[in-house]
Structures are given as structure tokens and as C-alpha cells.
């Protein structure tokens, strides 16, 4: 487990609290991690230190990071590190990310900030003392924080110490009383109550069309202005850029045959009959990172944490085939985007939970798919 705040880091945060009255609460919120390495090799960052994976050049992880007072130290004598990686797998609309670090080397060394595979402005030259670097951008991205060290090796003079330093970080982003589309043009929401599309932004749902064998399809529903129900996932486009939440008074009904998906709050995803799906979450294209896309949150098409007011995509595995990715230009075109589960032709079989086809009768009470639902056997 972790360990809780020292007492400094109480204090900086405090500190940290102080300043940001200067900022409108009602617009962005700042969370500060700290960063400290034990002997054992384990990271700890305080908070949210589950949610953070890291990865190293040149070795594996234990051999290069090593004990340091205050932060986090990569590389050592004997086993320089070229480049590291930090990553908080947490989907947020980010304005900006300030880091405390620096370099223990007389070799180029540069620290650049990710949001998803977009970076957040430009590279800046680590400094040899601890400085704290800012990186934003004009509009908010939206994805994964990642912080990556990276310097060149090949005239460092051997047998000394090329090393980063990290000691904190500080993520702004946006609350959920905006709505936040980043550099691709797309965005997913999810609200509580209804509200007014906004001037600039058209929603839509997804559905399977199911004229067309392997085709999803988004239906644009709400142009801007239209009263968007509660607690409907939409898909967001328009300009990147900042939109306000205005709700309306109205209880209209929500669309059928949507396959998005949302929580209010912070969740592990499922459907809405606990039927098994490949669960998509909304990013950039690794291959162009200008290219909206859904792709798998998790290895295999598994449940994933959603961050809360946001949509997901949940595809029922007795109908679609696995496909890690989805490219949101091939649904604008009509072209085929995803293979139908062959299974999905035989409605007579049954299926664990989890999406097993059973080869012969059930030997073991419990639940089981039938047809796409759910039937219990004593």
C-alpha cells in the first residue's frame, strides 16, 4: 500500500490550494501529484498512485530506478536511461500540466508532456536544477497524462550518471460543468439532466444498421440547439474548444438502439443487461493522432474505469466480432467497420457470461446468455 502525504507535501499542497484562488473554480480544477521512489523499486505518488504506470529505456524498470530523497530518479552509473515514461491512466480534458523535475547529466535532455498521443505544447531542455516546466495548449485535450524524459546518449562521456529527476506534477483540467472538445473534434457526454446542445456542436448516438452487414452508424440527433434528454450518451462534434452546460427543462424520452453507454460517476463499464460486450472508450489514432477513434480500454475488449459524465461504446460479443479499434471516419463514410459475430446467426446456443459458447448441456447451475438474454438454471 501506499503511504499517506508527509507533512511537507501537506503544506505544499496547501500552498498549492492558495494559489489557484486566482483561477475560476468553476472552470478548471488543478490536482497536484508527488512523486517518491523507495528502495524497493516501487513507486509511490500520491494520489490516485494505482492509476499511474510507468516504463524505461535501456533495462527494465528495477535496475534503473533507484532511491532518491525527494523524488524520482532514472538511470544510474553503468546503465544510463535513454528516455522514461510515466503515464496516468485516468481520460480527462486537459488545459495544462506543470512538472517539477530536472537532470543530473551534461547530455541533451528534453521533458515532454502527452495527452493521449497528441503532445501538449512543445519539448523544453531539462535543466540541471530543479525547475518547474508548464505545458499547454490553446484548446483542452482530451486522454491519458503522459509525462516522457528522453535525452541522447551517444557522445555522454561513460561511467557517470545520466539521470532525470521527478518530484511532482500539477494536471489541470476542466469540470464537468463545460463541455470539453479536444483536438480531434469529438467528445462523448453524459449528463444527469437535459441540456441544450451548444452553438458549434451537433450529438449523436451509435446503432448498428442493421440494412448493412458490418456497418455501425452514427445518427446525429441534436444539432446545436436541440434538448438533448437526461441521461443519454452522445457523441460530441464540432470545433475544438470550451462549451457551457446549459440545462433545460424538458424530460423527453431517450433514443432506442443506442449502443453508447454512460455513468455519472467514475465507474467500471457494463451494459445495460449485463450482457458480455467489448467496451471502446473515445481517443486519438496512435497512426494519426488528428483521427478520432474508439478503441478498446482494456486488453481484450474488457471492462475498463470510465471516468464519470463521459460515454462509451459497448458492443454485445454474441453480435460483433473483436475489433481493438474503430475508426469513427469509416462510420462519416458508411464503409464496414466491424465484422458480425458469426455465433450471432445460431440464436439457440448458450454462453457464459463472459462470452463462451457452451458445446454441450450446462452441468452447473447459474446464469447463462440465451438469445442475448439472460436466463438462470437450477
Known sequence: MYRLHSLSVIILLCLACLAMWG??????????????CRRSGTIEITPEADSWQY???????????????VGVQFGKK??????????????????????????ATNSTATLQVFVGNVPLGNPQELPTKMDTLTFSAPQPLEGNVSIRFEQDLSEAAS???????????????????????????????YKAEAFEMPQGLRGGIIVED???????????LYPAGA?????????????????????????????????LRGA????????EDDAPCWFYRLTSDEANPAEAVFAWGAPGGEAFVSTGGRAYLALPRLRFASASIISINQMLSGLPNIKQNPA?????????PDGRRLTAEPQARGVYILKGKKIYIR
Request: aromatic fraction near 8%; charged fraction near 15%; proline fraction near 5%.
Open 23 to 36: 483561477v475560476d473554480a468553476s472552470a478548471q480544477v488543478a490536482t497536484d501529484y508527488s512523486f517518491l
Open 55 to 69: 516504463e524505461v529505456g535501456e533495462g527494465s524498470a528495477e535496475e534503473l530506478i533507484i532511491s532518491y530523497s
Open 78 to 103: 553503468g546503465s544510463d536511461c535513454s528516455y522514461a515514461r510515466l503515464t496516468l491512466n485516468k481520460q480527462q480534458s486537459v488545459s495544462s500540466v506543470s512538472v517539477s523535475a530536472k537532470r
Open 159 to 189: 561511467n557517470v550518471s545520466h539521470a532525470f529527476y521527478l518530484y511532482s506534477a500539477t494536471i489541470t483540467a476542466a469540470d464537468s460543468k463545460h463541455l470539453l472538445v479536444g483536438a480531434t473534434g469529438f467528445a462523448t457526454c
Open 210 to 220: 442493421v440494412g448493412a452487414k458490418g456497418h455501425l452508424q452514427i445518427v446525429w
Open 227 to 259: 434538448a438533448v434528454p437526461p441521461q443519454t450518451p452522445v457523441l460530441l462534434n464540432g470545433a475544438p474548444g470550451s462549451y457551457d452546460f446549459l440545462p433545460v427543462p424538458t424530460e423527453g424520452a431517450r433514443p432506442e438502439g443506442n449502443l
Open 264 to 271: 455519472l460517476n467514475t465507474a467500471i463499464t457494463s451494459s
Open 344 to 352: 450471432a446467426k445460431d440464436d439457440s446456443n448458450l454462453y457464459t
